[in-house]
C-alpha cells in the first residue's frame, strides 16, 4: 500500500508555462485527508518550496535543487556544498555563454544557468573532469555535485521513515526525474513523461500536466 | 475601469491554515486572460513571491515584506535598508522573549518573529524610539522601516504603469493591509475581513478566504 507519494513539480504538477493545476492542488489535498505522506522535490531553490508546501498544504518535507537540500518541520538540511558547482559555473561563465539564473543568490548546494547559445555537449564533458555533472529540468541547467540527484532524497524519505519500497511512489516526467525511476519503489508518469521516464513508470496515465495526480491515485486506490 | 489588482495574500487569497484557494487561482487567472493586470503583496520574503508569480501565473510585479521589496520582470529592487530592523530584532531577542523566524534569511528590508509571551505593546513602543515600526501580519510580527508599508507598493504602481487612482483595486483582510485601505483606489474586501478594512472599503464580498475574488470581479464588471 502507498503512504508516501514524492512528486516532481514542474512537468508534473505544471503544464508547459509552470502554471500549477488546480487539480493536482485538489486531488493531494484529498490524499493528505486520507492520510497520505506527500513531499515535493524540484530543481528550484528551498524558499521556493517553503512557498509551496505552505500555501498547497504539502504534509511531508520538500527537497530543493534536485534532491540537494530539504525543508524537514521549519528545518533545512543542505546535503551538499555549492563551492565547487559556484566555481565551475564562474568559469563557464567566460569561456561560453550562459546566463546565470538570479534564483543562484538563494541556491546553497548547486548553480543554475540558461544556455545562452552555448554548446551543452562541452559544458558536461567539462563538468565530469571536475566531479561535477550537468542536468536539464526543461527550464534550466543544472551544476550538481556527483551523487546529488533526487534518488538521493527519495532514499532519505525511506530512511527518515522507515518505509519499505512498496509504501512509496514516485511521479515525475523528465530527465532529472531518471534517478528516482532506477530506484525499485512504485513509479507512475503523466503522458508528457519522455519515453525513458515511461518505460521505467509502472503505471502510465493518459492524462497530462497535473490532471494525472488524481488518476494515478485513483489508479492505486489512494483515493 | 479597474485595469489593475493589487492582492494581498493571506487571508485573502488563502484560508486561516494558509491553503490557497483554488477558485482564487481561476479567478485571477481568468482575470489575466481578461487583459488585467495583477499583483500579489505580502509580509513574506521574495522568493517565496517569485514562486507565487511562477506556479500561479501573476503577470504584474509581486512584492515581499510588506511593500519593501519587489520583483520585477526578473529583477528584484530591495526599497529599503534591513539594517536597523535586524539590529532591533538582536536587541529585543535579549530582552524579551520572541522567536526570530527562520524565513529572515531571505529578508531584505525588515526581519519577522513570532512572540513567545512576549508583550508586543512594549516591543512596538520601543520600536518606535528607533524609527521603526511593528505590524502584525497575523502569522509573524514585522519590524518595518518607517514608510515601508503596502500603500508604498501601490504607489510605485501607480507611478510605474501611470494609472489613475479609480483604475486601481486593492483588496486586503487584515492590519497589515491597513495603509492601502487609506488610499484613493478602489478598495474591496472579503467578509473575513477586519471591521476597520470593511469601513474602508467601497466593496464587502459576502464569501471568505479566497472565495471572494471571482465575486469582487464580477461586481466591478472585471469577469
Chains 1, 2 share one sequence.
Not at 17 to 29: E, K, V, Y
Not at 113 to 133: C, H, R, T, V, W
Not at 175 to 185: A, I, T
Amino acid at each position: 500500500m502507498i503512504k508516501y507519494m514524492i512528486l516532481d513539480v514542474d512537468g508534473t504538477l505544471t503544464d508547459k508555462n509552470r502554471l500549477i493545476s488546480t487539480g493536482a492542488i485538489d486531488a493531494m489535498r484529498a490524499g493528505i485527508k486520507n492520510n497520505l505522506k506527500i513531499s515535493l522535490i524540484s530543481g528550484n531553490v528551498i524558499p521556493v518550496m517553503f512557498g509551496l508546501k505552505t500555501f498547497l498544504g504539502i504534509n511531508g518535507a520538500v527537497f530543493g535543487e534536485n534532491g540537494g537540500i530539504v525543508l524537514q518541520e521549519d528545518r533545512i538540511i543542505p546535503f551538499f556544498d555549492k563551492t565547487q558547482s559556484f566555481k565551475f559555473l564562474n568559469r563557464m561563465e567566460k569561456e561560453v555563454n550562459i546566463k546565470p539564473m538570479f534564483t543562484n543568490i538563494w541556491r546553497e548546494t548547486s548553480a543554475a544557468f540558461l544556455l545562452n547559445g552555448a554548446d551543452p555537449e562541452y559544458i558536461m564533458s567539462e563538468a565530469i573532469k571536475d566531479d561535477l555533472y550537468i542536468v536539464n529540468s526543461k527550464f534550466t541547467w543544472h551544476i550538481m555535485n556527483k551523487g546529488q540527484d533526487k534518488a538521493y532524497a527519495v532514499n532519505y524519505i525511506k530512511s527518515e521513515y522507515k518505509l519499505m519500497d512498496s509504501e512509496i511512489m514516485v511521479v515525475g516526467d523528465s530527465d532529472n526525474d531518471n534517478s528516482m525511476f532506477e530506484l525499485d519503489v512504485v513509479k507512475a508518469c503523466p503522458d508528457n513523461a519522455t519515453e525513458y521516464i515511461k518505460s521505467k513508470s509502472d503505471f502510465v496515465s493518459d492524462k497530462s500536466y497535473g490532471l494525472e495526480i488524481i488518476d494515478i491515485m485513483k489508479y492505486y486506490n489512494i483515493l
